[in-house]
């Protein structure tokens, strides 16, 4: 039995980086019943996209570098990192209706009460099309929680007075596009007012209330970094890389896949009284000692 007429629509996001929004906390174990510190990161600073091996001047979709800053990522233990969708934060300017379209109602947004440029480019025709709408409470400045609007369609526009009666209490203020306005209509889903109740409109925002908007082509995730002393590389070299032993003073030498220095140890003998060997101790050496050159050695020049 075959199926026809069936296509596939899961493609990988293309993102930008300032798309994105990066936070990390740091945790000495994984069961760590402490306090912890949420920081967060410069996006544009530690995601990079990758090319396209058949088309260079494309990015390859979906596929991204992420580089961890050393200076905030150097204790051992466990990173999460969750990586988000940015939230812009933005009070609404008014709950507007479209003048010549009295049923088309839409939430108006000042591009001047946006302050960070890289926000503000989104507040265009289209710019916010797709974007989740989360409502904040005014009274406690908290999310209401799993409550959102989609938006469906935004276009720059421009305030105008009308004299049109206004149904379901809707203000008398109507805006019309202007592609040089510094407002935007943003149309949202759902907005029209049911069958059962039709005076009534779904709750999509009040004036002054401030939104998060994020864009939703891309799920949140985290992401577990742990840092460790040793790794399988590091490991290797202690348990099958060359070594050389001094006789003479115990010296015990790791060398790495280049057979420079690694590690030194001092490997000694304690005694009981009657000078019989109870425990043979190796000790980790803080001062290298650089004679012990492995060419040097293998070469035969032993002093």
């Known amino acids: 039995m075959c199926a026809l007429g069936n296509y596939g629509i899961v493609r990988p996001s293309t ?5 994105v929004e990066i936070l990390y906390f740091y945790q000495p174990t994984r069961d760590y019943q402490g306090a912890i510190t949420v920081d967060k990161l410069v996006s544009n600073d ?4 990758v ?24 204790q051992k233990g466990f990173y999460y990192l969750i990586l988000r969708p940015k939230q812009i934060e933005v009070p609404i300017g008014d709950i507007g209706v479209l003048n010549g379209f009295e049923n088309m109602v839409g939430l108006v947004f000042n591009i001047n009460s946006v302050s960070a440029p890289e926000d503000k480019v989104k ?9 989740r709408v989360e409502y904040i409470n005014v009274a406690d400045n908290t999310i209401i929680p799993n ?6 369609s935004s276009n720059l526009c421009e305030a105008v007075d009308s004299a049109i009666s206004t149904p379901n209490s809707l203000p008398a203020v109507r805006y019309r596009f202007n592609s040089t306005g510094t407002l935007l209509f943003c149309t949202v889903t759902p907005s029209s007012p049911h069958s059962s109740q039709p005076s009534i409109l779904p709750f999509i925002g009040q004036q002054n209330q401030p939104v998060l908007l994020s864009p939703t082509y891309f799920d949140p995730m985290m992401i577990e970094v742990e840092l460790a002393e040793h790794d399988a590389d590091t490991l290797g070299i202690a348990l099958f890389g060359d070594q050389i ?7 015990l030498t790791f060398y790495d896949r280049n057979r420079n220095i690694y590690k030194q140890f001092t490997i000694w003998e304690y005694q009981n009284p009657a000078n019989s060997p109870l425990y043979q101790i190796r000790q980790k050496r803080d001062n290298v000692d650089v004679t012990m050159d492995f060419s ?3 070469s035969g020049n032993r002093t």
Do not use: Q, W
């Open 245 to 251: 032993k001094r006789v003479s003073d115990g010296n």
């Open 46 to 49: 530690v995601i990079s996209s």
């Open 15 to 19: 993102v930008e980086p300032s798309d």
């Open 51 to 74: 090319k396209d091996p058949i088309n260079t001047t494309r990015a390859l979709g979906g596929v991204y570098n992420l580089k961890l800053p050393a200076d905030r990522f150097n």
């Open 147 to 152: 409550f959102f609007r989609i938006i469906t």
């Open 296 to 298: 040097r050695i293998i």
């Open 123 to 131: 507040f265009r025709d289209g710019g916010l099309t797709g974007f």
